[in-house]
């Protein structure tokens, strides 16, 4: 008798163990849905009652699903700080302070920056090398900073972003055997594509750029100014 009596406490343990976990999967399978999987992207089915905005945050459950492997977590997706590189060019005129009549230049130039990304915001400093072209050739050295606003909140999952951004700088130029020192804007629209995935985009800007050099005569550059390049969150 205790023999069976051992036995059935232990059917019965196991029983209750049983029916803990399986009630748990259960509560698990109700959180979340998964409809649709497409490379990274997934469309998901929500509980009645829940509600999500874009670009929110989810947290999902660790535990190993039925196919063996380990669910994926959401998170910031590395994309908190960055690291981009552009090329530029544009048609500008330039004025002299002197009353010197107006004239069209070229300007080529390079961009380098690093920032920080909240999502909604991305700041830092931007370092600059342009080189303009007119009757005489001018080169100047930008150091200063940029800021964008981002329409879509930009976190993992979000592939293609638009948003309205700007940079300033304190600029040295040297032309000839003259050198100044000057100030330089630049505001306009920009668009992300991460065609490579959650940590590389493709970005181009189209914007205003104004510029300013000289110290007795001023010298003022203006025009549409369009930029490409690349970005590297992480």
């Known amino acids: 008798m205790a023999v069976k009596s051992v036995r059935l406490r232990d059917i019965c343990l196991l029983g209750g ?37 874009s670009g929110q945050e989810l947290q999902v459950g660790s535990s190993v699903g039925s196919s063996g492997r380990m669910p994926a977590t959401s998170g910031s997706g590395g994309r908190e700080h960055k690291i981009g590189g552009s090329a530029e060019i544009s048609s500008i005129s ?9 004239t069209s230049a070229t ?32 080169t100047y050295y ?33 032309g000839g055997s003259t050198s100044s020192s000057g100030m330089n804007f630049f505001a306009g629209g920009f668009n992300k594509w991460f065609p490579l995935g959650h940590a590389v ?5 189209l914007g205003l750029s104004y510029s300013q050099s000289g110290s007795t005569v001023k010298i003022t550059q203006t025009g549409l100014l369009a ?3 690349f970005e590297v969150y992480f």
């Not at 399978?29 to 409809?35: L, N, P, Q, S, Y």
């Not at 130039?109 to 915001?121: E, I, K, L, P, R």
Request: aromatic share 10%; charged share 15%; no cysteine.
């Open 94 to 102: 330039s004025s002299s302070s002197s009353g010197g009549t107006s």
């Open 227 to 229: 930029k490409a390049g």
């Open 17 to 53: 163990v049983f029916f803990v976990f399986a009630g748990a999967g259960e509560a698990l399978a109700e959180t979340v849905r998964v409809e649709k999987v497409k490379g990274n992207q997934a469309v998901i089915r929500l509980p009645q009652g829940m509600r999500v905005e």
């Open 201 to 205: 985009s493709l970005r181009t800007d």
């Open 142 to 174: 930008s150091l200063g900073g940029f800021v964008d606003y981002n329409l879509t909140p930009n976190v993992a999952g979000q592939d293609f972003i638009w948003g309205a951004g700007g940079s300033a700088g304190i600029n040295s130029t040297s």
């Open 107 to 138: 300007t080529i130039g390079v961009t380098g920056t690093y920032g920080w990304n909240t999502g909604t915001w991305e700041y830092g400093p931007e370092i600059s090398l342009i080189m303009i072209s007119s009757t005489t050739s001018t």
